[in-house]
């Protein structure tokens, strides 16, 4: 009996603040909006804890609304008199270490402004509040992703020991060694940027998608070489063994050292098996986890989709295979490019040793590209 005379009451409640809500909305109060739409979540039984995270404010204000609303029917502030309200440097101060403590989410001006109102009752310009916002030491810019579990310490083994231990070694030795990575590509096609008349959208066909087509490849640094297969299925560890008896034959080479990232089937068991078997000719190294960063090979993925894929479409998962096929054979015509790649991979891959505090030992890669420069444009 108790909660349905409850459960009544709350219905009459609502009710109220729906009459309210519709003559605030009118008068654009948008203040008592927000305080409409907290109190209507509460009498249709949300917890207020809950409430008030939802809407960014203190349970206690969240009470006093309440007492408000009941005791004098008022879903609005007060009027108040004097200067309009500005934020206080105590305040300034919780603004920042809010922003900078709540940062997996996304913070624009009208987010802020909201926070303001309900946490502080301080109604701010939407258009003032960059400039407060730069003021206090924030840009507006576009987040990255961190990896989380990228490993710092095996990052900087890697780069400070591992690597130059690679080409000190193995180049001596006459090793070939290629960066090898897998990239797909779907029907439906990448968007970018690109020049079009003012005032019209740039506008690409989309035939939905359809496939997806696969391309495992290995890319040297040094020679700016690149060597890639195409395959309609997914990659596993019988077409990655395939992939490298291929590459063997292709660079004519009996020394190939690959530096793979730690896909499951790069590590398959009777692949690596296989493998210890190969040692007179194949040696694999793995980057750390969660590092594509040390890959050369994945500014070429993005290269190849800025040259060849962006902004197009295709119908059927054939005609994509064609277009990649023919992207592949344009490749062996463009030297001069991948080596001006593979030199901006270099001149990153030095500023990253830096950052480890590192002697940079890939110089004399430049100075094999510059030799292969020459005889390639002869």
Request: hydrophobic share 40%; with cysteine; net charge positive.
């Amino acid at each position: 009996m108790q909660k349905a005379h409850r459960r009544s009451d709350n219905q009459r409640k609502l009710a109220r603040l729906q009459t309210h809500y519709k003559k605030l909305k009118k008068a654009d109060d948008i203040r008592g909006l927000l305080r409409i739409k907290a109190l209507m979540a509460l009498y249709r039984g949300e917890q207020i804890e809950t409430v008030a995270r939802c809407y960014d404010v203190s349970v206690k204000s969240l009470k006093r609304w309440q007492a408000d609303f009941e005791e004098e029917d008022r879903v609005s502030d007060r009027p108040r008199s004097g200067r309009p309200p500005t934020l206080s440097k105590e305040q300034e101060a919780e603004l920042k270490a809010k922003l900078t403590d709540d940062n997996q989410r996304v913070w624009i001006a009208r987010h802020v402004y909201v926070w303001l109102l309900t946490t502080f009752g301080v109604t701010l310009s939407v258009g003032y509040l960059p400039e407060l916002l730069r003021k206090l030491g924030f840009s507006y810019q576009k987040a990255v992703h961190l990896l989380v579990k990228r490993h710092t310490e095996k990052r900087r083994i890697w780069i400070q020991t591992r690597l130059p231990a690679i080409y000190a070694d193995y180049l001596r030795d006459g090793w070939r060694i290629f960066y090898q990575d897998e990239v797909g590509f779907q029907t439906e096609g990448t968007l970018a940027r690109t020049w079009a008349p003012r005032g019209e959208k740039a506008q690409i066909k989309n035939f939905g998608r359809h496939g997806r087509v696969n391309l495992i490849g290995a890319f040297e640094l040094g020679t700016g070489q690149f060597y890639g297969v195409l395959t309609s299925f997914y990659v596993n560890a019988t077409r990655f063994r395939r992939f490298i008896l291929h590459l063997k034959h292709e660079m004519r080479t009996d020394k190939i050292l690959l530096i793979c990232d730690n896909a499951s089937f790069h590590k398959a068991k009777w692949f690596q098996e296989w493998a210890k078997t190969q040692l007179t000719w194949l040696r694999l190294e793995f980057l750390p986890g969660y590092s594509p960063d040390f890959n050369p090979i994945e500014r070429l993925w993005r290269w190849v989709k800025t040259e060849y894929t962006h902004n197009q479409c295709w119908d059927t998962k054939i005609q994509l295979k064609r277009s990649l096929t023919n992207m592949l054979d344009e490749l062996h015509q463009r030297t001069p490019e991948l080596l001006g790649l593979m030199r901006s991979e270099l001149e990153r891959l030095r500023l990253i040793f830096a950052f480890y505090d590192t002697p940079f030992v890939l110089d004399p890669l430049l100075q094999q590209g510059d030799f292969i420069q020459e005889v390639t444009t002869v």
